[in-house]
């Protein structure tokens, strides 16, 4: 069935809101506030649908031509449609909406949006899928199928001078391909697999590492386990399975608000929350009296080890944040906490309360969830100071923020 609709307003996740004839909302996927569209429903719910944008009717004034072929189709980007400067401005807005409306904070204290460096060939990873041909693609806007692809705009150069030249057999088990890019110019390629056979291999005169990641561990197949990136001139060792963020130059900008933002002093205990390899640690270690770090993923723990090496008064946990928090006994004054998409776990969240450190900077990658994570720290005594975004991920629906929080209540 298609129906033609008026857009209003861009939602988070990137698609754009209309009303159906009989009122309900309908998401638009590559349409914009304000335009006139012709969808096909895709997906049909009591309370709200979904829709394919069939044709542009009246197009928004905003409205311009993607540089990708692959754009609608492919799941990766939903912005390109989008300048660049009206990208953050959607963002900053969306951000802004999700702490209004979830966590009820009435004008919230945003900061500018930090554009990325490059809105373009920002990415130092880059994960494919592989289409039933064998070739090398991105999930479809659907989620379901994969669509091969001949060019993509994200990733580092090098890495788009790479990829072409790597030829896979279809493999029963080989779920993901990732390429990530080491400072050193070399290329580190992640065969993810559900099943323990390696597949075999030549990588002939290409200046790649392979490893091959099944359910009983890292297997090299060449070269090293690991790929060195550096942020601010420092470098990290990031192994096969262990997360690092995709935007060098945003990571480092992050890292700087957080040192020039945080009230840093002689002496203090630090707590770094979903550490990683130990990006933010690293360079908070040598301000702070006692740091005390918590990861869950073994091959970051060791990671983080490694790039921590030099100092003493850094102690790691390896475990999940809602265990390891809960049974630790710290006055800290300062906490990073920096989850995944799906927020703080409720014990994390309730050991913080009861730790109460006197500032919190709360690193998001999820707007829905850090203004849930808010609302209740706001309930337990914290006040908000400041929300800044970052745009790490250009012509993209995601949001990153650094959201600073200060304890009100005496502890
Ligand atoms: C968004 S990343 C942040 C890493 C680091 N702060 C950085 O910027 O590189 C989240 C990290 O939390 C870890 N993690 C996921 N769930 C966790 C949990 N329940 N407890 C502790 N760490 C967890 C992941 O392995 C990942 O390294």
Redesign the pocket.
């Known amino acids: 069935m298609i129906y033609e609709i008026e857009l209003t307003t861009l939602t988070y996740g990137g698609e754009a809101l209309g009303r159906l004839p009989d009122g309900r909302a309908v998401f638009v996927p590559f349409a914009l506030p304000g335009e006139r569209v012709r969808v096909e429903l895709v997906e049909d719910k009591r309370g709200y649908a979904r829709g394919r944008l069939v044709e542009v009717l009246r197009p928004a004034p905003g409205r311009i031509a993607p540089r990708c072929a692959h754009f609608t189709a492919c799941g990766g980007c939903h912005y390109q449609h989008l300048s660049y400067a009206d990208q953050l401005e959607a963002k900053t807005s969306i951000l802004k909406d999700q702490l209004e409306r979830i966590a009820g904070i009435t004008n919230p204290p945003m900061r500018p949006i930090v554009p990325s460096a490059s809105p373009w060939y920002y990415r130092n990873t880059v994960q494919f899928h592989l289409d039933p041909q064998g070739k090398l693609g991105f999930q479809a806007v659907d989620g379901k199928t994969v669509v091969a692809i001949r060019e993509c705009h994200l990733p580092e150069e090098p890495l788009n001078e790479l990829w072409p030249q790597l030829d896979f057999e279809p493999l029963p088990g080989l779920e993901r391909i990732a390429l990530r890019l080491d400072a050193r110019g070399e290329v580190l390629v992640t065969l993810e697999s559900t099943t323990p056979e390696a597949p075999a291999l030549s990588v002939e005169e290409l200046p790649v590492s392979v490893v091959f990641l099944s359910p009983e561990g890292p297997t090299v197949l060449a070269g090293e386990a690991f790929a060195v990136l550096e942020v601010l001139r420092r470098p990290f060792r990031v192994s096969a399975g262990?997360?690092?963020?995709v935007n060098t130059a945003m990571?480092g900008a992050m890292v700087t608000h957080l040192l020039e933002t945080l009230p840093l002093k002689d002496g203090q205990t630090i707590l770094?929350?979903?550490?990683?390899?130990g990006?933010?640690s690293a360079f908070l270690a040598p301000r702070a009296g006692r740091l005390i770090a918590?990861?869950?993923?073994p091959s970051?723990c060791e990671d983080f080890i490694f790039n921590l090496d030099e100092f003493d008064h850094v102690e790691l946990y390896q475990?999940?944040?809602?265990v390891v928090l809960p049974s630790l006994e710290v006055q800290p004054q300062i906490a990073i906490v920096?989850?995944?998409r799906a927020g703080l776990?409720r014990p994390a969240l309730d050991a913080l309360l009861r730790l109460r450190p006197d500032v919190l900077a709360y690193?998001s990658?999820d707007p829905a969830t850090l203004a849930r994570d808010c609302k209740r720290l706001l309930s337990g005594g914290y006040a908000l100071q400041q929300v800044t975004p970052f745009d790490l991920f250009p012509q993209t629906y995601h949001v990153e923020s650094v959201v600073l929080m200060t304890n009100v209540k005496n502890k």
Do not use: H, K, R
Not at 242 to 245: A, E, V
Not at 319 to 322: D, L, P, Q, W
């Open positions: 262990s997360f690092f963020q990571a770094d929350l979903y550490c990683g390899v990006l933010f918590v990861e869950s993923a970051a475990g999940e944040a809602g920096d989850p995944p776990e690193v990658c």
